[in-house]
């Protein structure tokens, strides 16, 4: 309710319709010039002697509707992280910004329809790490990431296994992600308790640790023992302690509210046996006797101890969960921002 023009009482959330015409406006100020035209799920923006940019904005309102007093903030953010202009470069220009980066299968599969549909039609490369989740090939742009394309290697005249490569070794350069939660459990009133658990949340780059084995080596020395891994979206990761059942069930339980965030990646947890250097990763299956192992990484796959580098595949997965929302920006020219929407903090055991 206003009064006098001041608003009274929580700020009420708008419809998606409204919302849209609002981020609208603020574009053709950030963009002068610029053509917008509305969709269903947002719009698209074309500006003369270039291709349009289809822009969806319903993971924007889902993160306005969480948080509606942080609407100007949230608009002005996302605005900013618009790439109207990706830089050209080279390879030798290239080689430092490559970094590898986790998607779930519905990304892949939504990448593959869309860029199919370019003239000419493009694809995009990746190589299965395990389960629902594979690794593509990013250029990291002050605020922005942009994926590698095939069209994009073939110009730089390299391969995906070489690309891959680079990407890895770049990040193995990186500090590792801090960790923000140390879980601890038998502690008397006074008493500091055995750590179990460990909770990493930073950049775009924290779940796509695990695939790094002195990451997984990091962990497993750090909590002693075999570890169950949880990757919700990119910017967290969550390390539990294989013999610790309860709280696995509680990572479990959290998840299963994830998949609609912004850049969420898989409900699936992972087993990281401690048996040999650098972890062998399975799926991890909740269930009686501490839950059970399914089939993980590929044995031949590059990110497997000992692996080749297998061919990279850009056909879609064969096996991905139910699609869901996708901002379909993401996938003409391939940039997404580095920003991530603040979700309110959840305290954990």
């Not at 031949?300 to 850009?314: I, L, R």
Request: with cysteine; hydrophobic share 35%; proline share 7%.
């Amino acid at each position: 309710m206003k009064i006098l023009g001041f608003t009274i009482g929580k700020e009420t959330v708008v419809p998606f319709p409204e919302f849209r015409d609002m981020v609208r406006l603020a574009v053709r100020r950030s963009v002068p010039g610029a053509k917008i035209e509305t969709t269903e799920q947002g719009f698209n923006i074309t500006q003369a002697g270039k291709s349009p940019t289809s822009c969806n904005l319903r993971s924007l309102y889902l993160d306005y509707t969480r948080k509606p007093g942080d609407r100007e903030m949230l608009i002005a953010r996302w605005v900013g992280s618009l790439t109207m202009e990706v830089p050209e470069h080279s390879w030798s220009e290239a080689m430092m910004t490559l970094r590898p980066t986790l998607k779930p299968a519905e990304y892949l599969a939504s990448a593959h329809r869309a860029m199919q549909r370019n003239t000419p039609p493009d694809s995009l490369p990746y190589a299965p790490f395990a389960g629902e989740l594979s690794v593509i090939i990013m250029r990291e742009l002050p605020g922005t990431v942009v994926g590698v394309t095939q069209s994009t290697l073939e110009s730089w005249g390299t391969s995906f296994e070489e690309a891959l490569k680079q990407s890895m070794n770049n990040m193995n350069m990186m500090s590792l992600p801090p960790i923000t939660n140390a879980l601890t459990a038998g502690g008397r009133k006074g008493a500091p308790g055995e750590e179990v658990g460990l909770v990493f949340e930073g950049d775009h780059l924290t779940a796509t640790w695990i695939i790094m084995e002195r990451f997984r080596d990091y962990v497993i020395q750090r909590l002693q023992g075999d570890i169950v891994f949880s990757l919700p979206t990119r910017n967290r990761l969550v390390a539990i302690r294989a013999d610790e059942p309860g709280l696995i069930q509680q990572i479990v339980s959290s998840n299963r509210s994830t998949l609609n965030q912004t850049h969420a990646l898989t409900t699936h947890l992972f087993h990281i046996s401690s048996s040999m250097t650098g972890g062998l990763v399975t799926i991890y299956q909740p269930g009686a006797g501490g839950g059970t192992h399914a089939p993980g990484m590929d044995p031949n796959s590059v990110f497997a101890k000992g692996g080749q580098a297998v061919v990279a595949s850009s056909t879609p997965p064969t096996e991905y969960r139910k699609p869901g929302a996708v901002d379909f920006s993401e996938f003409d020219g391939l940039t997404e921002s580095t920003l991530e929407t603040p979700q309110p903090g959840k305290r954990q055991r």
